[in-house]
């Protein structure tokens, strides 16, 4: 595709559940990243894939969180027993190199009832 | 710790006026951005700003970097509505991947 596409859009899960987040960055790109945006808020990091691997996961904020990106293109963002805090708009970015210019995806957002 | 702050957060302006968001952040940093973003789509990268002194201009905006002062500064001249959306300035932190955002400014332009 054109750009970074994020699917869903929209996420409702009840508290407790378990839910996925799905990014396909532009083709080609082998950086990604996470970002989580609350209401009224800029983004905060997530994490950081360089290809395959998690080069920077340090703004994960618990082990309920955890990404991957096994072959170095969609990656998917996994939150175990969710809680209603963790509800926001997840943000994916990708980027050709690390040092070049990121596109952003529209984000899910995600409401834990 | 990098700390980015935006102000005003919320601004409501006519069209035709000229008007300036600001953007300070804490510590030193190699890189800023300035982004914008309508609801419910992508956030839309207009500048990046490298060195001191830096000025880009695009269109009705203007963006500059003052690194001694830690500012950056959004001009806006002659709004138009089609400008309403919120402006984010984000900065690189420790680690060059890693953006701290200031929290946005809602900017709304009556026609």
């Known amino acids: 595709g054109a750009g970074v596409s994020q699917t869903p859009s929209n996420k409702v899960t009840e508290k407790g559940k378990y839910v996925e987040l799905r990014c396909d960055p532009i083709?080609?790109?082998?950086?990604l990243y996470w970002y989580r945006q609350s209401l009224g808020q800029g983004p905060e990091f997530l994490i950081y894939?360089?290809?395959?691997?998690?080069?920077?996961d340090s703004g994960l904020p618990n082990d309920r969180f955890f990404a991957v990106r096994p072959e170095g293109s969609v990656s998917t963002l996994k939150i175990q027993r969710t809680e209603r805090g963790d509800s926001a708009v997840y943000l994916c970015?990708?980027?050709?190199?690390?040092?070049?210019?990121?596109?952003f995806g529209q984000g899910t957002r995600l409401t834990v009832v | 710790e990098l700390k980015v702050e935006q102000n005003p957060l919320f601004l409501s302006m006519q069209e035709g006026k000229n008007y300036t968001i600001y953007c300070n952040y804490s510590?030193?940093?190699?890189?800023l951005y300035w982004y914008r973003q309508d609801p419910g789509k992508s956030l839309e990268s207009l500048f990046v700003?490298?060195?001191n002194g830096a000025v880009k201009q695009e269109g009705r905006l203007m963006a500059s970097l003052d690194t001694k002062a830690r500012l950056s500064t959004l001009h806006i001249t002659a709004a138009v509505h089609d400008l309403s959306a919120t402006y984010f300035c984000?900065?690189?932190?420790?680690?060059?991947?890693?953006?701290?955002w200031g929290a946005g400014t809602k900017l709304i332009i009556k026609p």
């Open positions: 984000a900065v690189e932190g420790k680690r060059n991947y890693q953006l701290i």
């Open positions: 510590t030193t940093s190699d890189r």
């Open positions: 700003l490298l060195s």
């Open positions: 083709s080609g790109h082998t950086a």
């Open positions: 894939f360089q290809g395959t691997g998690a080069a920077d």
């Open positions: 970015a990708s980027s050709l190199f690390l040092d070049t210019e990121a596109f």
